[in-house]
Structures are given as structure tokens and as C-alpha cells.
Nanobody, 120 residues
Framework: QVQVAESGGGLVQPGGSLTLSCAAS????????MSWFRQAPGKEREFVAR????????MYAEFVNGRFSISVNNAENTLALQMNDLQPEDTAVYYC?????????????WGQGTQVTVSS
């Protein structure tokens, strides 16, 4: 089992920056990739960014457009999402996801989410 917990959300003005963190615990050595998702009010949860725990390869949603940066510290089992030039449409609950596998079946672990509000 893996547990993840997000932190770092808050209120920020348009154009501002915020860094989200995600701490992983438990069987962290089984984590193959970690991702950020978000869910805005009335909308479905959507993918934001992903990082491969072994290679460090990253992937971003098109709407990120170079504004966000995902990183992982394997020694400390933490994931970060640096967000710049935030806009009101970035307002959402941001979720951390850890991915592992067992018997060739992917396993996903989710945190409780952290609220990001972009408003003047």
C-alpha cells in the first residue's frame, strides 16, 4: 500500500505562483510514476502532469502551456508541482496520484486533494 498527502494549496492572485507538494509513504519503493490531477467545480477530474519515477520523463496536459513544472525527490518521497502565471481557470482541487503495479495490473493511490483558488 502507498499513501499520498497533498499540501501547499491556497489563494493566489491571477499571474501569481504556487507550489504544491505531495508526500508519499508506505511501500514507496513500488511507485512507478506520480501525477497531478485537478477537478474544478462542476467538472470532471482532469490530468495535469506526470513524472516517471525511474527515468524522470515528464508529461503535461496541453493547457499547462509551459506554466507548470512537475518534479520528484525520490530520496524524500515527495512530489512537487510548481505553478506559474496562474489564472482563474486554474481554480480547482488538485490531487496527487501514485502509480504502482502488481501482477501486471496498475494500482493507483490518491490523496485527499488541496484547494487552489486563483482570484483577485
Amino acid at each position: 500500500q502507498v499513501q499520498v498527502a497533498e499540501s501547499g494549496g491556497g489563494l493566489v492572485q491571477p499571474g501569481g505562483s504556487l507550489t504544491l507538494s505531495c508526500a508519499a509513504s508506505g511501500r514507496t519503493f513500488t511507485i512507478e510514476a506520480m501525477s497531478w490531477f485537478r477537478q474544478a467545480p462542476g467538472k470532471e477530474r482532469e490530468f495535469v502532469a506526470r513524472i516517471n519515477s525511474y527515468s524522470g520523463a515528464t508529461m503535461y496536459a496541453e493547457f499547462v502551456n509551459g506554466r507548470f513544472s512537475i518534479s520528484v525527490n525520490n530520496a524524500e518521497n515527495t512530489l512537487a508541482l510548481q505553478m506559474n502565471d496562474l489564472q482563474p481557470e486554474d481554480t480547482a482541487v488538485y490531487y496527487c496520484q501514485a502509480q504502482s503495479s502488481q501482477n501486471r495490473q496498475a494500482l493507483y493511490y490518491w490523496g485527499q486533494g488541496t484547494q487552489v483558488t486563483v482570484s483577485s
